[in-house]
């Protein structure tokens, strides 16, 4: 018995998260959800375009011998936890049945 469920439930997990992904990717592009300014995790798209973005506003205002101000603001710990039943209302609600 060198069977190893760990391994095969995540593996599983992972396919489960891709398909996911890719249909919800899908279903929000379908319907111009996804902003045209978000860059990370986007086919064709680089978040270094961004941040050259950013780079050529700042070098455009200190040419024009303006002020720029900007933001920063990290939400990585904006929503520790999400309840799941209430995530998948959400979204059979906005349309998203899988």
């Not at 002020?67 to 929503?79: K, P, S």
Request: proline residues 3%.
């Amino acid at each position: 018995d060198e069977y190893h469920a760990i391994g095969l439930k995540s593996c599983l997990l992972k396919m489960l998260t891709y398909i996911i992904h890719k249909k919800l990717y899908k279903w929000a592009d379908s319907l111009g959800i996804i902003s045209p300014l978000q860059n990370g995790f986007r086919p064709g798209y680089r978040t270094n375009n961004n941040l050259f973005i950013l780079h050529t506003l700042i070098e455009q205002a200190c040419a024009d011998g303006k002020c720029l101000w900007v933001a920063f603001v990290d939400i990585i710990n904006a929503f520790p936890f999400t309840d799941q039943t209430t995530l998948w209302l959400k979204l059979y609600k906005l349309g998203f049945t899988g």
